[in-house]
C-alpha cells in the first residue's frame, strides 16, 4: 500500500539494518522513489536519512508558494533523491532510515507503494 505522510513528526519511510563489510569504510546511501502532494496551498517538506537514530547525514527540503500567489511549482530542491556518504568506525551493524515530515503544510504527501529504492555502497579506504 502506499505510505502517506502527514504528521510535522518524523515518519519512516524505509528502515532497515546495513552491516559492513570493513570497519573502515565509507557508505553511500542513494534513495529514491515516487510521491505525490497534492493540493494549492504553501508548503514546505523536509527529508533526511538519518543512522541508528541519531546521525543525520542528508537532509531535504522542497518548498511550494501558494497557488493564488503565483505558484503550483515547486521553489526548491525535491525531498527524492536524497543522497548522502557515512564513515564507519566499526564494522558492527548501521540502522539506516529514510524519513519525511512536513514542516508547515495541510497538504500529505503520498509515497507510491513499490516505488522506493535505497542503492548501498561501501568503499574500502
Known sequence: ??????????????????????????VVIDCDGDYRIAG??????ESRIIIDSTT?????????????????????ATLLPIKAGYALSSGSAITIAIQMRYVSAG???????????????????
Not at 5 to 25: E, K, R, V
Not at 107 to 125: F, H, P, Q, Y
Open 56 to 76: 543525520v547525514i542528508a537532509d531535504k527540503y522542497q518548498t511550494f508558494k501558494k497557488a493564488k500567489d503565483g505558484g503550483g511549482g515547486t521553489r526548491s
Open 1 to 26: 500500500s502506499n505510505t502517506t505522510i502527514n504528521s510535522t513528526s518524523w515518519t519512516t519511510w524505509i528502515t532497515f539494518s546495513y552491516t559492513p563489510q570493513a570497519s573502515d569504510s565509507t
Open 40 to 45: 494549492d496551498q504553501g508548503d514546505e517538506y
Open 107 to 125: 497538504d500529505a504527501i503520498t509515497i507510491e507503494s513499490g516505488s522506493g529504492e535505497v542503492l548501498v555502497t561501501e568503499i574500502l579506504v
